[in-house]
Structures are given as C-alpha cells and as structure tokens.
C-alpha cells in the first residue's frame, strides 16, 4: 500500500494574497519553499482571498491556494487609530497580538487545516494564530516563522505560555532568531535560522552587458523605515556632477503602520522617522488614518520634484524586476530600522549587482561589506552617497563585487538550500533527533 503523503500547510498574513506570481515578499518566501518541498510534501498555501476569487486553486499536484475571506480593511481602521494613539501617548500597543487580531481568518484556517489532516504547519509572524490552529489541532507540528522582530517588541505574558505550544521557531536571520533566544531563553533550543533563497536560474546576469546612464536601483515598499528619503537625498548629492545618473524607484506606496514599527525612543536614527507619521495630533490623524500609505509618497515626490531623473515605477512584479536590477549599477537598500533580511538585496546580487546597503539587523548576513557590497551606518544621506559614488566611479570595483555577490548567492542562498534546511528541523522535531547546524 503506498504511504500517505505528508502534509504541511504554510500560513501567510491575514492581508497577503496568495498567487504563483505575487509580489509580496512573505508569499514570494512561501511559494518558492512549497516549489522545493512539493516532491515530498502536499503544500497548502493559505491567505487572503478576493472578491470572487474560489476559495481553492490548484498549482500543482501537490501545491494549492487556500483562499480565506477576511475583514482587512476593518483591522487596518483600528490599526490607524491605534497608531495615531500609539504616536500622540508615545507608547506602545499590543493589538496585533491580541487573540482578536484577525480572529475568524486564524479559526477559518485552522478548520481547514483539521479538514485537511495536515501534519505540519508553517505560521508566518503571528503567534496567536499558531496557538488557535494548535487549540483546533492539537497534534499537528506546529512552526513559527518570524520575518520581522514583532515576537520580541510586543513581547507579553501571553506570548511566553503561547510558545510553549510551539514546536519550532525559525528566523529568517540570525539576527532575529538571537533575539528570540535572548527574549525567552526557555524555548531557545527550539530556534533555529532559515536564511532566504533565490531562484538563481531565474534571477541571474544578463547575457549581453548593456550600455548606457548609470543607474541606481531601489526595490521595496515605499515606506519610511526603508530610507528612500535618504537614497533621494544621496542622489541629489551625487547627481550634481553626474548629470547623466538615473534613479529607479520600483515599489509600491505602503507606508509600515506606526503600530507595527514600535520605534525604539532609545534609537535616535529610528526616531527621526516619526516627523512622517505626524508632530500634531491633526496631522497624526492626517498622515496615518486619512493619507496613510500616500503621505509618505507624496514626501517622496516633494523630495524628487523637478528631477526627471527620478522615476517612480511603482508595484512591479517579482518577475519583471529582474529587467531593472540587470540595467541598473548599483542597488542601494537604505534601511534606517533594523531589516530583518531584505529579499532585494540578494534578488539583485544573484544579478551581478553590487549592493550599498546599511549595518542594520540581519543585512550583513547577506551582504557581505567589503566584498559583495558596501554597508554605511543607517540614516546618513552623505554616507550613503559616498559609498554609491565608490562604486559609480569605479566600474572594475562594482563588476567585481556583483560577481562575487552571485557566486555567494549560488553557494549559499539558494531555495533549495533554505527548503533542505527547513525539512531538516522539522524531521528533527517529528522524530526527535537533534538538528544539524
């Protein structure tokens, strides 16, 4: 009789769409594990569903969409009046922690999963809802995938009786996973790091080299904790004598919640971001409840105005990114917080291209200063444009760096590596061994 096929189910936002080509980064991150764990494994990808959209779509033999009808745009109202609140009390809240946070998304998924039969489950960055899916399946194997450092800044009682239930806690850099092992040191042994991966026959060199302007190159949301204020200034420092560069914003306007970013008051260069969040309490309610993701692209754009060099793209997909990190120079990923990973700054290495990033959370794992790419302190624009002139104004020293970024990737930062990785820990939970580092 032939065994049964195990199955995992890979939990994403309550807000992300689920879709072979999505743009988004956490259902990029699941797609491309659930593509190398499918030999194996059934895959069951579940997130937000839209209008008229069936509430199952099948991939592949064994990868399907699970899509859930949620309430998002109620939750992201009470986000912003929390985060106007948040902002004016200087304070934070716990909301998105809360066991009512997108409630009926995390038990309608959970009821599919013990339809399912699943016998493992991945929860992308919220707890609570690993801790519902266990209380409907209590003896599923249950993983928490952190992409963000939520688990430690909104750390409360809860949080530490809700990990106990948890089989295995993974972070998508070291960075993070110290930080979870320093946190609650009684679940340490339990976390572990997954680094990303990259289809690197996807995203490689360009065939033929192309010649024109320089180009330098951002990939990401629009939103202020990613520094886009910064490369804009940086650039126009540059520019006064290089009259021929070029900038391409590709990303769509999003600006990150207040609620969600917690700024740290102790960090000076995190709190410079709250001027984009408002001063005032009108212009708190203003920015974050009436603009919210346009204020900061209409800051943006302020910044840029009367630079036709600057150019705005706007949301493109994973797959038509490529076409830009091959024509472009340099990618340059200014992130003022600590980034947890930063999926471009690899997607554009595996390219030939040269990254000018920041010392910020988990970038140094991936980029590596010196060799791969250029790493400046977060939150200088004169900085970070020195750094981008280095390597505009010596091309063998940027093509060097761009080759020795792929070759890194392709070593160490392949799909099939983090889904090998990630089938290791979870073998090692179900059977009890230990991990191999």
């Known amino acids: 009789m032939r065994p049964r096929t195990r199955r995992i189910a890979i939990v994403c936002q309550p807000w992300d769409y689920v879709a072979p080509d999505s743009g988004n980064s956490i259902v990029i991150i699941a797609y491309q594990l659930a593509r190398c764990l499918a030999s194996d ?19 592949s033999e064994t990868i399907e969409f699970r899509h859930i009808r949620t309430r998002h745009s109620r939750h992201a109202k009470i986000e912003a009046l929390l985060g106007v609140l948040a902002r004016y009390r200087k304070r934070r809240f716990n909301y998105m922690q809360s066991i009512w946070y997108h409630f009926f998304y995390a038990v309608r998924v959970a009821l599919s999963i013990r339809a399912s039969k699943c016998d493992v489950v991945l929860v992308q960055n919220f707890l609570q809802f690993a801790s519902l899916i266990k209380l409907f399946n209590p003896s599923v194997t249950i993983c928490l995938s952190m992409h963000c450092e939520w688990l430690t800044q909104f750390a409360t009682a809860a949080s530490e009786r809700r990990l106990r239930g948890v089989d295995l806690v993974i972070g998508c850099s070291d960075y993070i996973t110290d930080r ?92 410079s971001l709250e001027r984009y969040y408002g001063n005032r309490l009108t212009e708190m309610v203003r920015r974050q409840f009436v603009l919210r993701g346009k204020a900061y692209l209409y800051d943006l754009r302020r910044e ?124 090692s939970v179900t059977s009890g061994s230990s991990p191999r580092r």
């Open 180 to 271: 979870i092992k320093s946190r609650f040191p009684m679940i340490a042994a339990r976390c572990h790091t997954v680094h990303y991966g990259i289809d690197i026959d996807r995203f490689c060199p360009a065939s033929v080299s192309t010649n024109g302007p320089a180009h330098l190159l951002f990939v990401g949301r629009l939103s202020p904790e990613k520094g886009v204020h910064l490369l804009i200034r940086a650039f126009k420092i540059l520019a006064t004598s290089r009259p021929a560069l070029h900038l391409d914003l590709v990303g769509g306007a999003y600006t990150q919640p207040y609620l969600y970013l917690a700024p740290d008051p102790n960090d000076r260069v995190m709190a």
């Open 304 to 427: 840029a105005a009367g630079d036709e060099r600057i150019v705005f793209h706007g949301p493109v997909r994973q797959t038509k990114t490529i076409d830009f990190y091959r024509r472009a120079m340099v990618l340059v990923y200014p992130s003022v917080w600590n980034e947890p990973a930063g999926l471009p700054t690899f997607e554009s290495q595996a390219c030939g291209l040269p990254v000018v990033s920041t010392h910020s959370g988990g970038i140094p794992e991936y980029v590596e200063d010196g060799r791969t790419g250029i790493l400046v302190a977060r939150g200088d624009a004169e900085e970070l444009a020195l750094a981008i002139g280095q390597l505009i104004d010596n091309p063998a020293r940027a093509a060097s760096m761009g080759k020795a970024g792929r070759q890194r990737v392709v070593e160490r930062f392949t799909w099939e590596a983090s889904a090998r990785r990630l089938a290791d820990l979870i073998e």
């Open 41 to 59: 494994w059934h895959v069951t990808i579940y997130g937000r569903g839209k209008s008229g959209q069936k509430g199952q779509e099948i991939v």
